[in-house]
């Protein structure tokens, strides 16, 4: 491996298991930028200020979706897991922000090995190293995607 082959150069197996792990836990921000906000309340039939009331909040001058604690923990807003038996889905899977849709491959999580298998297991997600073996330039392109997202606090 030459110094700027990263690690996953294999590429890295990840498969949606509808577990809603990610969508949960410690309380938390989910952030999104006006698109993604304009494209969530037209999924939901909303017009956007109606959305941003009803569910976002404001942290530290940038907007997130709103949480609720439930026997799981912080469920985002948009986690539902009564719909489908045995599943928790988002309710705006078709526009849910760039933050949920790059998940796993977010920077600090494929930064190295243990931080992989860190986030594998604290999560825990058991869809990590399952599934779909997505390449090297697939995630990469992913990543690409977060850093054209520097204004937004993640």
């Not at 869809?127 to 990543?143: D, F, S």
Request: include cysteine; proline fraction near 6%; aromatic fraction near 12%.
């Amino acid at each position: 491996m030459s110094i700027d082959e990263p690690w996953y150069r294999d590429g890295l197996r990840f498969e949606c298991t509808c577990c809603g792990n990610c969508c949960t836990g410690g309380e938390g921000a989910v952030w999104f930028d006006d698109d993604e906000g304009r494209a969530m309340a037209d999924e939901l039939g909303m017009d956007y200020p109606e959305f941003l009331v009803r569910h976002t909040r404001m942290i530290d001058g940038h907007r997130s979706l709103n949480e609720h604690l439930t026997g799981f923990g912080y469920d985002c807003v948009f986690l539902d897991r009564e719909s489908v038996p045995g599943k928790a889905v988002c309710k705006v899977y078709g526009s849910r922000p760039s933050q949920c849709r790059t998940w796993p491959f977010w920077p600090e999580l494929v930064r190295n090995e243990p931080s992989w298998s860190k986030a594998k297991k604290n999560t825990p997600c058991p869809g990590m190293g399952q599934g779909r073996l997505y390449t090297v330039e697939e995630i990469v392109a992913r990543l690409d995607r977060e850093k054209g997202s520097e204004d937004k606090p993640w």
